[in-house]
């Protein structure tokens, strides 16, 4: 963003949306492939992070099915950091300063709407629509 800040400075907003452009395509594939990985190896990594997870089997299959789940909320993270980067450069404060309450409203919403109908598959689809 130091970047796309410079040439929005200098005037040249076709160099910094270029730019951008280029940072956001490799940024994003390199974040598709990371949940690839890490949707394919979930039961490998869980138990280095969540070692409490593996004491029964249903725990264990619980944590690694909802870690599934929410690991396409790291895509909406991301690409929510490289947009509040270019709002900040246009000096647009207000929306990226909201995204942690709009984050807080659906993971409520997840679990107030839809906590009925799925559980606790109810708040994992919540924090995707929140970090969406």
Known sequence: MPVFTQFIAKDEEDKAWSAANTFITVGLLFVLLFNLFGITFTKYLV???ASGMTES?????????????MFSAITFTVMG????????????FT?????PVLYNI????????LGKTFGIYGMAIGV?????
């Not at 089997?57 to 789940?69: A, Y």
């Not at 659906?106 to 709407?113: E, K, P, R, T, W």
């Open 106 to 113: 659906g993971m409520i919403l997840g679990a107030l709407l």
């Open 57 to 69: 089997p249903e725990k264990f299959n619980l944590t690694v099915r909802l870690t599934r789940v």
């Open 47 to 49: 138990p280095l992070v």
């Open 81 to 92: 950091g490289f947009l509040k980067g270019i709002l900040n450069s246009y000096k647009l």
């Open 95 to 99: 929306a990226p300063a909201l995204g």
């Open 128 to 132: 995707i629509i929140g970090h969406f």
